[in-house]
């Protein structure tokens, strides 16, 4: 296993001026450092290097050895792929054009992806998204590990490390059957709902929500049948006479059998819509506008009477 190299792009700079000027004098001006600062710079790369640099000539100035002249064109190639590599960076940081990995709650995926990609596409076309589907406890890991710059989920079980910016709040709604006693109605409690079975989306984030909610309440469900599927939960509500509950309002379908349709629930908390990110890690511009994109989408979405918007 070879040795982790100890010199620095400093001491590089160093070499390659001293050896383009001819004297140690002459490039620590240019440089703006002291001469003994300079000089000890370049020791310090010989000692490393084990090769002598330079042949000093007292009062004359120095010049390169033949080891000093192969190392000279190597030395200026790995200076100029650090340039090279600080202009990436700054790119990066600067430049609205990319791939960014962003990560989104899966229940907020089928709702919000779409219109955010298709906004995204038309404002910044050179912005290429990489999309991570996951339940909140995937998406913090993510976004830990690098995997992930960004997610659009709910503010809930925020980690101290993790910063959540807050788009829009929503109001759940109720998914019944047909058969449900609240069918065909506009509004009902949750201690209506729960005369009948709960369809449980079975997510920790959002389990724990939904029945701190029904407690909260004083509304204890009759039976819990527990899914980790949308689509699944979506077919049991409409197949029973249960009911599901949704921070997403579906579209609404007329009340026939095997049908399922959106209640608005009058007693239920609000919960936050928003990004989340790594705190103490600047958005660069692909990302602020991916959040501008969330942020267009989530109002188009969720409307003006269904949401309030931060």
Do not use: K, W
């Not at 089928?110 to 990609?117: A, C, D, G, K, S």
């Not at 929500?209 to 979506?234: D, H």
């Not at 349709?261 to 990302?287: K, M, N, Q, S, Y």
Request: overall charge neutral; glycine content about 8%.
């Amino acid at each position: 296993m070879s040795r982790r190299p100890r010199f620095t792009l400093v001491q590089l700079q160093y070499f390659v001026e001293a050896a383009e000027t001819g004297s140690i004098t002459v490039a620590a001006e240019r440089l703006h450092a002291s001469q003994s600062t300079l000089s000890s710079a370049i020791q310090r790369l010989e000692h490393e290097l084990r090769c002598p640099l330079f042949v000093r000539h007292q009062a004359r100035g120095v010049s390169l050895t033949p080891g000093g002249r192969e190392l000279l064109a190597r030395a200026r190639d790995l200076l100029d792929r650090a340039a090279e590599l600080a202009e990436v960076g700054r790119a990066l940081q600067d430049e609205p054009a990319g791939t960014l990995r962003a990560g989104f709650f899966v229940t907020l995926a089928p709702f919000y992806l779409p219109e955010v990609l298709t906004r995204l596409q038309r404002s910044h076309p050179r912005i290429e998204l990489d999309v991570l589907e996951a339940d909140g406890t995937g998406l913090h890991a993510a976004l830990r590990s690098g995997d992930c710059e960004v997610a659009v989920t709910y503010g809930l079980d925020i980690g101290e490390d993790m910063r959540f910016r807050t788009l829009v709040e929503v109001r759940p709604y109720a998914l019944v059957s047909a058969r449900h006693p609240v069918a065909g109605r506009e509004v009902a409690t949750l201690a209506e709902l729960v005369q009948r079975p709960i369809v449980m989306l079975d997510l920790p984030e959002t389990s724990r929500f939904m029945l701190g909610m029904l407690e909260r309440a004083g509304a204890r469900p009759s039976r819990i049948l527990r899914t980790t599927n949308f689509e699944t939960m979506r077919g049991l509500v409409a197949a029973g006479d249960g009911f599901a509950i949704l921070n997403q309002r579906p579209q609404v379908i007329s009340p026939r059998p095997g049908a399922a349709f959106a209640v608005t629930i009058a007693d239920a908390e609000p919960v936050g819509i928003g990004i989340l990110h790594v705190a103490g890690i600047p958005l660069h511009r692909r990302t602020t506008a991916f959040v501008d994109a969330c942020r267009g989408a989530a109002e188009a979405i969720i409307g003006s009477g269904d949401a309030r918007r931060s």
